[in-house]
T-cell receptor
Framework: QKEVEQNSGPLSVPEGAIASLNCTYSDRGSQSFFWYRQYSGKSPELIMFIYSNGDKEDGRFTAQLNKASQYVSLLIRDSQPSDSATYLCAVKSPNNNDMRFGAGTRLTVKP | KAGVTQTPRYLIKTRGQQVTLSCSPISGHRSVSWYQQTPGQGLQFLFEYFSETQRNKGNFPGRFSGRQFSNSRSEMNVSTLELGDSALYLC??????????????FGSGTRLTVV
């Protein structure tokens, strides 16, 4: 079992729709969870982090965390073509500074 | 403040050669982590350096090594290059002192091609 799993996609949504990206992790003691966006040919950039159960909203982005289910998700409301990218879920180990990444979900937002 | 600086941006090397990549973290950040990214394997953790010491290590062969200097700048070295080492190498800067939020800031990466 991989430490961090994501649906590889591709996920395609129409402009203005809600895009839902999902991630599960294996280490029950994980404490912090991050979403990175990576455009083609670029390096990952941090867009959201969450460490408490529940929802965290930042503009059009909402991160959701359920530690009991070991599940974290990212919702993108009113999706725009500029949101087309690969989204990486990352989980921070409870014991050190190690960050483990999922394989990423490629999102395409069609005009 | 200045971001994370990786040099060089691109490299082409021949099998059997060695290569050294450099990463300067954000000022005040003491942790530098290195990742290899390939289309098939995604982001794979190489190692992390904190205060000049290797603190964590991923599952890569001994041909991959690194070090960190007193100013927190880090280098990684790959010896006896193989075709499979062709990848984007990313370094990530962080405070390295734990806590609920201590996210990574990535450099632009070094694209290594082995021919």
């Amino acid at each position: 079992q991989k430490e961090v799993e994501q649906n590889s996609g591709p996920l395609s949504v129409p402009e203005g729709a809600i895009a839902s990206l999902n991630c599960t992790y294996s280490d029950r003691g994980s404490q912090s969870f991050f979403w990175y966006r990576q455009y083609s040919g670029k390096s990952p950039e941090l867009i959201m982090f969450i460490y408490s159960n529940g929802d965290k909203e930042d503009g059009r982005f909402t991160a959701q965390l359920n530690k009991a289910s070991q599940y974290v998700s990212l919702l993108i409301r009113d999706s725009q073509p500029s949101d087309s990218a690969t989204y990486l879920c990352a989980v921070k180990s409870p014991n050190n500074n190690d960050m483990r990444f999922g394989a990423g979900t490629r999102l395409t937002v069609k005009p | 403040k200045a971001g994370v600086t990786q040099t060089p941006r691109y490299l082409i090397k021949t099998r059997g050669q060695q290569v050294t990549l450099s990463c300067s973290p954000i000022s005040g950040h003491r942790s530098v982590s290195w990742y290899q990214q390939t289309p098939g394997q995604g982001l794979q953790f190489l190692f992390e350096y904190f205060s000049e010491t290797q603190r964590n290590k991923g599952n890569f062969p001994g041909r991959f090594s690194g070090r960190q200097f007193s100013n927190s700048r880090s280098e990684m070295n790959v010896s006896t290059l193989e075709l499979g080492d062709s990848a984007l190498y990313l370094c990530a800067s962080s405070l390295g002192q734990g806590g609920e939020y201590d996210g990574y800031t990535f450099g632009s990466g070094t694209r290594l091609t082995v021919v």
